[in-house]
């Protein structure tokens, strides 16, 4: 029992819900988010520090053991992820506060917002199936609120296309719950994995387990990413950076638990077909970051990009490749923030979309010029950065798996990547000036300094990967064991 | 008991699935709805439909259903209800913004 | 829109009492029988949204003055501390508890800390389903 394992969950409930309490005071609500947002990031690192020393916990909802209850379960995988979303999230928000218009302030921007996060850290950290998208309904209620907040008509259509796009994969993910229950006759992770290995993975498993990818697969923009680039492209800087950091990423990290933990034992479905999948989202990706000229598409599209290269660390399907795609997902959180916040600001400074609209804003905002490039690199995995510790290991895994292709196609997107960034950068930032310095907007420095914040934690986590390395190899290491967490969730019931 | 169910659920699908595709927002989420229902069916039916009494101590005295399922519907049944209420309100601010509940007319919009 | 719906209003001034017993009912006969927080609550919003329906929304405004939104979002605090509650004293995470109590009216009656819970739900769902019709039938 370690009820602290719920409060990456509760925290940002219940702030959620005095914040709309607080709807004329827009300056209680700033001082409220950052007080809880400060002791989410305390309560993610203490609960790090409990797995690092006790192994997987968990903690059984109401005292009802596993298999009957519903549970959370924290491992270094899951652990690390509620670390890196509370971290983010809560830049993201400070960026927020001086960001954010008036309007939409009132019209509860900050509570759905932690709504937003305490979706995700619910999905993280459950080890339920059902309650697994229930998290995932709660995250999906609040981004169609934020997504819809503020209006207008592009807006609209756009997220009607998104919700849309939402109650369907939602409603097969409920098809394959409803399957899954009436074959194996439970919803716990660890209980399920147990009796899939006990009937072996028939058709009819298999079936299941596809229909499960295909609604992580729509979540995440794996192979099925057509509503992305439009939905992740529509709403302001800040709330398109929390979809980009977040969301597809709980999709990834619900493949991974998926199909390392459960449906790990047919490898045409692991190594065939999720394999095309993430080479075909890398090439979908890398075709759009170089067609489009408007930043926000280039930027949804390396979103893209990098889902497909994590997705090839879970093809390779070795424990070197898994710890390549858990940096890399915590290194893609940071960046993809990063990015988004960026891109908005630009866009917010010009007035303009395109790249061809914009040049030389390097002579008036050399910060931002500055961080976009270390952005380029990081996304393209230049080291000592923080993308290149993921490129490594994935690449490391592809090796010993002998993966070559995959190991090809991941490293060509990376010149894409970097080709993409860079034009992003020559275009808009090199060049002749085109705004005076007498009309230049000015950029806030309370702005800067999240956008600043972020850049330094892509650099700290490559310099201080070392660090981070224990955690990452011992979640690697009960992905490539499943048999570790199940023992840490059904051990005792069973003895 | 399992066969008009799943014939059932295979008609609510049918009519889900043409309403999903036609043009009007309302039938869409009405589309939406009826799917939600679909997948509850199916949900108590493999769940074990028909089998065993009330899961309720003083009612009866077993073998009881699975209550299970039930629990399951409760919760996906709230979830759709929020879902479809919130598209109904975002339904109504786009026929507000863009006059139309129209897609292809909103879509063109969308273009411009 | 002026209509004649002497009928309508009539009943609906002693329905609306019937249904709003019916769901007290329902709530309370949650813990051991069907019913509980969740359909309770919606059998005691369709009261309200009755009464939003057949006078107009200023008129019942006058008679329940309160901001919905604040409801549902009171409702879910409620359900969550009462889970939280059960974490301080060191249970796990939403461990419920009940005892039976001797009370002077009802004699031996059984009280359960779901109760709260399910409270919560209930008053979330009121304010939920009331705030959504409210939203959509602002400026009709």
Not at chain 1, 65 to 70: D, L, R, T, V, Y
Not at chain 1, 75 to 88: E, G, I, K, P, Y
Not at chain 1, 235 to 241: D, E, W
Not at chain 3, 116 to 139: Q, R
Request: charged share 10%; with cysteine.
């Amino acid at each position: 029992m370690n009820n602290v394992l719920v409060l990456p969950m509760l925290i940002p409930l219940l702030t959620g819900f005095v914040l709309l309490f607080l709807r004329p005071s827009i300056r209680a609500q700033k001082m409220i988010s950052i007080l809880s947002l400060l002791s989410l990031v305390a309560v993610s690192v203490r609960i790090l520090l409990i797995i690092r020393g006790e192994g997987i916990i968990r903690l059984d909802f109401g005292g009802w053991e596993p298999p009957f209850g519903i549970l959370f379960v924290g491992d270094s995988f899951s652990a690390l992820m509620v670390l890196t979303a509370s971290v983010v999230s809560a830049l993201i928000i400070a960026y927020s506060f001086t960001a954010t218009e008036r309007r939409m302030e009132n019209m509860f921007f900050y509570p759905f917002a932690f709504f937003l996060v305490a979706g995700v850290n619910g999905s993280f950290l459950t080890g339920d199936m059902f309650n697994l998208f229930v998290c995932f309904e709660v995250m999906l209620l609040a981004s169609y609120v934020l997504i819809t907040l503020g209006g207008g008509k592009v807006r609209l259509a756009e997220s009607m296309k998104y919700i849309a796009i939402n109650v369907v994969s939602s409603w097969f993910f409920l098809v394959a719950l409803a399957f899954l229950y009436g074959t194996v006759g439970t919803l716990n992770m660890a209980h399920i994995s147990v009796r899939v290995a006990e009937v072996g993975q028939g058709p009819l498993l298999s079936a299941i387990s596809v229909v499960f990818l295909i609604v992580f697969a729509l979540k995440a923009g794996l192979f099925l990413y057509f509503w992305l680039p439009g939905s992740y492209s529509s709403p302001p800087g800040p709330i398109a950076a929390l979809f980009a950091a977040l969301l597809t990423k709980v999709g990834v990290y619900a493949l991974f638990r998926t199909f390392t933990l459960m449906f790990y034992h047919d490898e045409f479905i692991i190594m065939t077909i999720i394999g095309t999948m993430a080479v075909v989202t890398l090439i979908g990706g890398c075709l759009g970051a170089i067609a489009y000229t408007d930043i926000r598409q280039i930027a949804s599209y390396n979103v893209i990009i990098a889902v497909g290269f994590m997705m090839i660390g879970l093809a390779i399907f070795n424990e070197e490749a898994f710890k390549g795609s858990v940096f890399y997902l915590i290194h893609d959180m940071v960046i993809k923030a990063l990015l988004f916040l960026i891109v908005g600001a630009m866009v917010y400074l010009t007035g303009k979309t395109k790249i061809t609209g914009m040049s030389g804003l390097i002579r008036n905002y050399p910060v931002l010029g500055w961080l976009l490039f270390l952005t380029t690199l990081g996304l393209a995995g230049v080291p000592p950065l923080s993308g290149f510790i993921g490129k490594m290991y994935i690449g490391l895994g592809a090796v010993e798996g002998g993966n070559y292709f995959l190991l090809f196609a991941g490293f060509a997107s990376s010149l894409v990547v970097l080709y993409s960034m860079l034009r992003i950068f020559m275009n808009c930032f090199w060049g002749e000036t085109i705004i005076n310095r007498e009309d230049q907007r000015p950029y806030p420095a309370r702005r800067l300094i999240p956008i600043a914040l972020l850049g330094i934690l892509t650099v700290g986590i490559g310099v201080g990967a070392q660090a981070l390395e224990p955690f990452v190899s011992d979640a690697a290491r009960v992905m490539a064991n499943p048999g570790l967490y199940i023992d840490a969730v059904l051990g005792e019931v069973e003895s | 008991m399992e066969f008009h169910m799943t014939i059932l659920v295979g008609i609510l699908v049918t009519v889900a699935v043409y309403l999903l595709l036609s043009r009007n927002m309302v039938r869409i989420i009405l589309g939406t709805a009826i799917l939600s229902h679909a997948v509850h069916l199916l949900l108590i039916t493999m769940g074990g439909a028909g089998e065993g009494k009330v899961p309720l101590l003083r009612e009866s005295d077993g073998p009881y259903a699975d209550a299970l399922p039930q629990a399951l519907i409760l919760t996906a049944i709230v979830i759709s209800f929020a879902t479809t209420a919130l598209l109904l309100v975002l339904a109504y601010r786009t026929y507000e913004e863009s006059g139309s509940d129209n897609m292809n007319t909103i879509r063109r919009i969308d273009r411009e | 829109m002026k209509e004649n719906d002497v009928i309508l209003r009539t009943v609906t001034r002693v329905v609306v009492f019937i249904i709003l017993t019916f769901g007290v009912e329902l709530f309370l006969s949650g813990h051991h029988n069907p019913g509980g927080g969740f359909v309770g609550g919606l059998v005691l919003s369709s009261a309200l949204v009755l009464l939003y329906v057949v006078f107009d929304i200023e008129t019942v405004h006058q008679g329940v003055p309160f901001d919905f939104r604040k409801i549902a979002a009171f409702g879910a605090m409620v359900s969550l501390l009462s889970g939280t509650a059960a974490a301080v004293l060191g249970k796990p995470f939403l461990s419920q508890g009940f005892g039976y109590f001797d009370l002077p009216i009802f004699g031996l009656t059984e009280l359960a800390t779901v109760t709260i819970f399910e409270a919560g739900v209930a008053l979330t769902v009121i304010g939920t389903v009331v705030t959504i019709i409210l939203s959509i039938s602002k400026d009709v």
